[in-house]
């Protein structure tokens, strides 16, 4: 039976729902609209369009990888409880799975994949999912990071149970020292620095122009109030973007681990030393951090 746009439109009004959602609905009740929406009442489908104002914060930072590819994503819960639910860790493990194996773009073409085992898309069976366990959930965010196995090496670490979930990309020469201890130190250690210390670029040539601008215009501001004398200026916002680089840059940022008389930088050198290689190389290309419920 052919169903027309405008209704579709109607139950998705009157239900807050998809419209692919809604255009199966009404096909398989044949245009009835009555019929539609108990269907999806009895599908859990209404469950999941009642609740979609209530904030998803809990729930788990998942981290999987192979030879050539990382990613990290989030799947929120309203609450804790339920992100230990095993429906829910379930799905968890299984779009990880998925994710790897077909390595979406983005999330939204990782939410029209179809699950092997359910045969609906992950869409569909977040969906069911709220319907079944009565709480809003979200597949919210998803963050691929491709590695060359020859020549990069990917380390990640997950913290308090799927709170913030990490992967950091080193770029390593030479090669033969890739799958080195010694690397494989490195890398946790900066998983591990990136999850504590929060950086927003591995150097400062990774910043965006407008984020230093933004900063820049700040502290010109700031200083212009502050009574310094006018000549001095220029200098002061330099040594406050100087603090600014030392906070949010991961190279330049104190090493948790010696944060006193140590640098990211200093540990990064010292690991270039010890892997015994003559003029060995490690630079930090990109990273991806995702905490639980975090805004972006």
């Given at each position: 039976m052919e169903i027309s746009a405008i209704q579709v439109k109607e139950l998705r009004e009157k239900t807050g729902l998809g419209m692919m959602i809604c255009k199966q609905a009404l096909q398989g009740s044949k245009g009835d609209m009555k019929l539609a929406i108990e269907n999806l009442r009895k599908q859990g489908q209404m469950t999941a369009a009642r609740r979609a104002g209530k904030v998803a914060k809990e729930g788990i930072v998942s981290v999987v990888t192979d030879a050539a590819a990382v990613i990290v994503y989030e799947v929120n819960s309203e609450t804790d409880f339920v992100a230990r639910n095993d429906d829910f860790v379930s799905f968890v493990d299984k779009l990880g799975k998925l994710l790897l194996a077909k390595k979406p773009a983005t999330i939204e073409e990782a939410k029209t994949l179809v699950l092997p085992d359910s045969g609906g898309t992950v869409e569909s069976r977040v969906t069911e999912l709220v319907g079944k366990i009565g709480e809003n959930l979200s597949f919210r965010r998803y963050r691929k990071i491709d590695s060359n196995p020859a020549t990069e090496r990917i380390a990640t670490y997950v913290h308090g149970k799927g709170k913030i979930g990490v992967a950091v990309k080193l770029c390593v020469d030479p090669p033969a020292v890739l799958a080195s201890e010694t690397v494989g130190l490195l890398g946790k250690d900066?998983?591990?620095?990136?999850?504590?210390?929060?950086?927003?670029?591995?150097?400062?040539?990774?910043?965006?122009?407008?984020?230093?601008?933004?900063?820049?215009e700040i502290y010109f501001t700031q200083v212009q109030s502050s009574g310094k004398p006018e000549k001095i200026w220029?200098?002061?916002?330099?040594?406050?973007?100087?603090?600014?680089?030392?906070?949010?840059?991961?190279?330049?940022?104190?090493?948790?681990?010696?944060?006193?008389?140590?640098?990211?930088?200093?540990?990064?050198?010292?690991?270039?030393?010890?892997?015994?290689?003559?003029?060995?190389?490690?630079?930090?290309?990109?990273?991806?951090?995702?905490?639980?419920?975090?805004?972006e």
């Open positions: 900066l998983a591990m620095q990136i999850a504590a210390a929060n950086p927003i670029a591995a150097d400062r040539q990774s910043i965006p122009a407008a984020t230093i601008a933004k900063e820049k220029e200098k002061i916002v330099e040594g406050k973007l100087v603090k600014f680089y030392q906070e949010a840059v991961l190279v330049e940022q104190a090493f948790i681990r010696d944060p006193n008389t140590t640098t990211v930088t200093d540990r990064i050198k010292a690991a270039e030393k010890e892997t015994g290689a003559p003029g060995a190389h490690i630079k930090v290309v990109s990273f991806v951090r995702l905490e639980l419920g975090a805004e």
